[in-house]
């Protein structure tokens, strides 16, 4: 790829050239994705070149050919690419769902504690959100486990073991104590991942 004033744009301009059997919406997404993908890494990381960024995505045709693949058109001998060298697959859910479903149920449920829709529903939203996490293209494995294991499992054995062994101090204060430390446990999760997350 030549040097110029703009290599985001000519970069953008090869992955078009190269994704054009792609129906013209699905290529306008792909190029959105990408766009956005560079303009977020940027600010998020101003020390990082432009060169640098467009690395991180891959080449061009391989961009290309991963969509054109998933697409369901892919291109008689374009190259198979794996590990690291694999461009970054597009999540169809956003990160920040999953995130949001794994805290924002638990303070529904703290802030109603004595209404027993809002604790299904808070179970229910965690477990949805939990599936998303781990099927999520944004996290690696081990993020994706320990996000599970500090937001889904270790908060519902807290309050299993709180409730079913008597073990509770009475009083409404060790209960806000406890639902205020979870909360914190949830949102420092949730951060980490967001912050580490793949775009």
Not at 65 to 84: C, F, H, I, N, W
Not at 108 to 130: E, Y
């Amino acid at each position: 790829m030549k040097t110029s004033a703009d290599p985001a744009r000519d970069y953008l301009g090869a992955v078009e050239r190269e994704a054009s059997a792609l129906p013209a919406d699905r290529r306008r997404e792909l190029l959105a994705d990408l766009a956005e993908h560079i303009e977020v890494s940027r600010a998020e990381r101003p020390h990082v070149t432009i060169g640098e960024v467009l690395a991180e995505l891959g080449d061009p045709r391989a961009i290309a050919a991963t969509a054109l693949a998933e697409a369901g058109g892919g291109v008689a001998g374009a190259p198979a690419r794996s590990g690291a060298d694999a461009p970054v697959r597009r999540g169809k859910v956003h990160p920040l769902v999953p995130l949001l479903m794994l805290t924002l149920p638990f303070l529904l449920a703290s802030v109603f504690p004595h209404v027993p829709a809002a604790g299904f529903c808070s179970t229910l939203f965690r477990v949805i959100g939990a599936v998303l996490l781990c099927t999520s293209v944004h996290w690696s494995t081990v993020q994706k486990t320990t996000g599970v294991l500090l937001t889904a499992v270790l908060p519902t054995l807290a309050i299993s073991v709180w409730i079913w062994s008597g073990a509770a101090p009475a009083g409404d204060t060790p209960a806000t104590l406890a639902n205020l430390a979870t909360l914190a446990l949830l949102a420092g999760t949730a951060a980490w991942l967001w912050r580490g997350r793949r775009a």
